[in-house]
């Protein structure tokens, strides 16, 4: 049942019950346990609100030593040995299981890390979190809550990929899971970064490696990028999460090539895409690609665009595409987000399609454009300029830029 979320490990767990082992012939029955051998196990009810979508918790966990979160325990007095018996064996592989997850997080994380986390499963995350409050808006939230609210986070926006682009899930996705340390200072993250992402932390305030089955990021909140709000923090998330589950979508093989060097444009795109949508223009780079931007920081990136086409001066869509991600200046970071809102307001349903044929087949740009979307390279060219042209505004805008794609009736 480890797999279940659980409200669904609860319904199937009174599914179960009346085919409960029945007792052996000669036994009593139990009216403690109604003969099933378990009995209910209370956690308050603001508990199981906030640990609802959660598989595993390891304050939880901490907080609950004699059924680490488990909904029953065995039958103390029962009448029913067989059936008690049985019972003891299932909770006794329940604790097992729990303890050894618990001993890998610590193992894996806390130990190398040299400090305490908390440690948090969903259905397609690990996040190991060691900040003990942050400033949401007016309000403190303390590290257990503030460790739920990003594991909350993370599953949104996997949530929000998904139903933008109309994914088939899990049949087009890869189904790794996402291990994400997230530490307020930054020697842990130094300590963590060599085994868990297989790099040194260096100058910015993460270090990622993306691939299938090892998706892991370590992060520090850098006083110089995180600004001591959580809008950074959490715009930084998305943008940086987003990298992860992009890689994650498998239309057929599973991917073997990186966005980051041959499609930078892509790759940064679609988190600068995010970005625009959930929050407004880009607050941070990533620390992966080049530095930069602070001048532009927040400035209507539709504008600049919008500027630079107008003055008939601006680098091309042949040239920027052929770019890694760590050699993207400021302007072709513009330009990348405005190609990836082009494709997306034509048709966000063929964006997993068009990574794909990157990640799995590595088929040059103007082959995967031709298969994904139908267009050739001019075509694209021209079909830009035109979407700039009549849906981009001088104007600068604040807040999230949502586009309706193209013949959605607005
Ligand atoms: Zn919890
Ligand atoms: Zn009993
Ligand atoms: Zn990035």
Redo the contacts with the bound molecule.
């Keep these: 049942m480890t797999a279940l979320p659980r409200p669904l490990l609860l319904a199937a767990l009174l599914v179960c019950s009346p085919a409960a082992p029945a007792q052996e012939k000669g036994e009593k029955l139990c009216g403690d346990c109604k003969t099933t051998g378990k009995i209910a196990h209370e956690h308050k009810a603001d508990v199981l609100e906030?640990?609802k979508d959660?598989l595993y918790?390891s304050?939880?966990m901490d907080h609950d030593p004699e059924a680490l979160c488990l909904d029953w325990v065995p039958c103390p007095d029962c009448l029913t040995p067989s059936v008690k018996a049985a019972a003891e064996r299932e909770f006794g592989g329940e604790i097992a299981k729990r303890k050894a997850w618990l001993e890998k997080r610590r193992e894996e994380v806390d130990k190398v890390a040299r400090t305490e986390c908390i440690h948090?499963e969903t259905e397609h995350f690990i996040l190991s979190w060691d900040i003990p409050k942050i400033k949401v808006g007016r309000k403190t939230v303390r590290m257990?809550d503030a460790a739920?609210l990003y594991a909350e986070r993370a599953e949104e926006l996997y949530r929000y990929i998904i139903d933008l682009h109309q994914i088939d899930e899990p049949a087009q996705m890869i189904g790794t899971k996402f291990k994400f340390a997230m530490f307020e200072r930054k020697l842990p993250a130094i300590n963590l970064a060599p085994s868990f992402v297989d790099k040194p932390i260096q100058g910015g305030q993460k270090v990622q490696i993306i691939g299938p089955h090892r998706s892991n990021m370590v992060s520090w909140d850098d006083p110089e990028k995180i600004l001591g709000d959580d809008e950074h923090r959490h715009q930084f998330f998305v943008h940086s999460v987003s990298h992860h589950i992009y890689h994650d979508i498998q239309l057929g093989k599973i991917y073997q090539y990186w966005l980051f060097k041959r499609y930078g444009w892509m790759y940064e795109g679609l988190a600068f895409y995010l970005e625009h949508r959930l929050f407004g223009p880009p607050k941070l780079t990533c620390s992966q690609e080049s530095a930069g931007f602070s001048q532009y920081r927040e400035k209507s990136w539709e504008a600049l665009v919008k500027k630079e086409f107008q003055g008939g001066e601006y680098p091309s869509f042949p040239e920027v595409s052929r770019k890694g991600a760590d050699t993207l200046n400021d302007e072709e970071r513009w330009m990348s987000w405005s190609y990836v809102d082009y494709l997306m307001w034509l048709d966000p349903t063929k964006m997993p399609k068009l990574v794909s044929l990157m990640t799995n087949d590595q088929l040059e740009t103007r082959d995967a454009l031709k298969e994904a979307y139908g267009i050739t390279m001019g075509q694209f060219m021209d079909g830009w300029a035109d979407f700039v042209r009549r849906e981009y505004s001088l104007r600068p805008k604040k807040g999230p830029i949502v586009r309706p794609p193209r013949g959605s009736g607005r």
């Design positions: 906030r640990e959660v918790c304050y939880w948090i257990h739920h």
